[in-house]
C-alpha cells in the first residue's frame, strides 16, 4: 500500500500580468506548500480497475479530480504499458474547498504521481506537470513539487528557496468560484512585470484580496481582526485567509480567538511533503 500527503498550497502573492486570446490569465506568483493537507492511499488491485473510495467530500466519485486524474494517467500510460494493475484509491479530506488552498488541484496531482509510480514511471515528472495542466492550473505545482515563482497561468516555474515560516489560515463561511472571481471588472490586470531577484523587494499583493473583501464583507472583517496580530493576505482566489508568525505557539495562541471558523496552523514547505514522502518509497 502506498500512502501518499496531497499538501495545500499557499499564493504568497498573486499578481495578474495579461490576458491571454482564450481568456485565461497570465499571472506572476510565488507558490509555497503546507506541512498540512488531503491523503491519499494506492492499493493495488488484481485486476485493471480504478477505485475511488471518498467518505469525505461530498464530490460524485466521476466529478472528483482524483478520478479524473486517473483515467487521464491511464489512457496515457496504456499507450506505454500492457498491463497496468488496477487500484483501489482512498482519499481523506482535510482540506477545505473554495477556499484557495488548491485542495482539488493537489488531490489530482497525488493521484497522477502515485500511480505513475504504482506503474513503474512510464511518463517523466514533466509529462505528469503538462498532463496535469489539462485538469487545471494549479495541479503542474503540485507535481513539481518544490516552491517557486510561477508565471504563465502557473505553469511556468523558477524553483526557490524561501523562509518557512508557521500560518494561521482560517476559512471564513464563504465558498468561492474562481472562474466568476477571474471575470470580474474590478480585478486589476496590468501588475508591473517582477523577476525572481526583485519580488522579495517589490510592493506585491493578491489581487483578489480588494475583490473578495468587496464582494463579502465578513471576508474584510476577518483579515481586519487578523491583522491585528499579523501580516495576512489572501490565498488563490480565496475564501482563506494565512497570517504569518515566526512560531507555532505564536500562531496556536492567536488560532483560539478564531474558535468559531474552520482553521489550522501549518509550517511553510520548501520541498513538498508530497515529493518527500515518495522519495522515501
Ligand atoms: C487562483 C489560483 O488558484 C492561483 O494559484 C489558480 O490560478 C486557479 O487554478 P485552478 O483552480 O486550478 O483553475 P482552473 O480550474 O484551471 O480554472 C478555473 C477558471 O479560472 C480561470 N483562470 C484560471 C487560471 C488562470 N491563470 N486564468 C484564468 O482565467 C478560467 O476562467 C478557468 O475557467
Ligand atoms: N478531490 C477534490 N477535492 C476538492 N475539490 C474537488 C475535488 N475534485 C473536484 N473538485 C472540485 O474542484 C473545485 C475546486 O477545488 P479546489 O479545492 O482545488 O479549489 P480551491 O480550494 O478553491 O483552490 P484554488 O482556487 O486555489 O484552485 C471544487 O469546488 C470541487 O467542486
Known amino acids: 500500500m502506498l500512502e501518499l500527503p496531497a499538501p495545500a498550497k499557499l499564493n504568497l502573492f498573486l499578481h495578474i ?39 469525505d467530500s461530498g464530490i460524485a466519485n466521476a466529478d472528483n479530480l ?39 488541484s493537489s488531490d489530482a496531482a497525488t493521484a497522477l504521481v502515485g500511480l505513475n509510480y504504482l506503474w513503474n514511471q512510464p511518463l517523466t515528472q514533466s509529462e505528469l506537470e503538462h498532463l496535469g495542466l489539462q ?33 494561521l489560515v482560517v476559512k471564513p463561511k ?7 472571481l477571474f471575470r470580474h471588472p474590478a480585478l486589476q490586470r496590468d501588475c508591473p512585470l517582477l523577476n525572481t531577484d526583485s519580488w522579495q523587494q517589490a510592493d506585491t499583493c493578491n489581487v483578489f484580496e480588494p475583490v473578495v473583501c468587496d464582494l463579502y464583507p465578513e471576508v474584510a472583517k476577518l483579515r481586519d481582526r487578523l491583522l491585528q496580530y ?36 501549518a509550517q511553510g514547505q520548501n520541498r513538498s511533503p508530497l515529493i518527500r514522502t515518495l522519495t522515501q518509497y
Open 17 to 55: 500580468v495579461g490576458r491571454r486570446d482564450d481568456g485565461y490569465h497570465n499571472l506572476q506568483t510565488v507558490f509555497q506548500f503546507l506541512d498540512y493537507g488531503d491523503q491519499l492511499s494506492f492499493k493495488p488491485r488484481d485486476d485493471e480497475q480504478l477505485i475511488l473510495v471518498d467518505k
Open 66 to 104: 482524483v478520478m479524473k486524474a486517473a483515467k487521464l494517467l491511464y489512457q496515457q500510460a496504456k499507450k506505454r504499458c500492457a498491463h497496468l494493475p488496477g487500484a483501489d484509491i482512498t482519499l481523506t479530506k482535510r482540506l477545505p474547498q473554495g477556499a484557495g488552498l488548491g485542495g482539488g
Open 135 to 167: 485538469l487545471g492550473a494549479d495541479v503542474p505545482i503540485f507535481v513539481h513539487g518544490h516552491s517557486a515563482f510561477a508565471e504563465g497561468v502557473g505553469e511556468r516555474f523558477t524553483d526557490i528557496t524561501i523562509d518557512t515560516p508557521y500560518y
Open 174 to 180: 464563504v465558498s468561492i468560484s474562481t472562474a466568476a
Open 230 to 265: 499579523a501580516p495576512t493576505r489572501l490565498t488563490g482566489s480565496g475564501a482563506c485567509l494565512f497570517a504569518r508568525f515566526d512560531s507555532l505557539d505564536a500562531a496556536a495562541q492567536v488560532q483560539r480567538q478564531f474558535s468559531e471558523l474552520q482553521s489550522f496552523v
